[in-house]
């Protein structure tokens, strides 16, 4: 399985709701390293897996509508807490989405599998990982 990894960084405000989040139940800001990973069982006939440019270029359209937003205020996120987890999902979704719609280019039609990965710290991740469906 070949694989190619493109990175980006959101900043968001959000809070969550129920006793779990302790004081993450205010309002507070994060900033997410955001990796996401294209596989692909062979090389295209140009020898990659998709195009990075093409790649960095819908991971940055995919976060553009996040960036320096309240993630409380979108009602795409109503009554959703916006975990780590749960954006991991749904980035993954939206760039499941781009591939689909041919956004990467050449090549894209071959990916199988995506991974998305936040970084909220330099000491925790989450990631959601699926086929492409």
Not at 98 to 110: F, H, I, K, N, T
Request: net charge negative; hydrophobic share 45%; with cysteine.
């Amino acid at each position: 399985m070949y694989a190619v990894e493109v990175r980006d960084h959101v900043m968001i405000a959000h809070s969550f709701k129920g006793d779990l989040f302790g004081p993450a139940q205010g309002l507070h800001g994060a900033t997410f390293v955001v990796d996401v990973a294209f596989f692909r069982e062979s090389l295209t006939p140009d020898g990659v897996v998709v195009d990075i440019g093409r790649a960095s270029e819908a991971l940055r359209r995919v976060l553009a509508p996040l960036n320096y937003r309240n993630l409380d205020d979108l009602p795409d996120f109503a009554g959703q807490n916006t975990t780590t987890e749960f954006l991991c999902g749904y980035i993954h979704g939206a760039m499941a989405a781009a591939v689909r719609a041919g956004d990467l280019g050449p090549g894209g039609e071959g990916v199988s599998r995506i991974r998305v990965t936040l970084h909220e710290s330099h000491l925790a991740r989450a990631w959601f990982e699926a086929p492409l469906a």
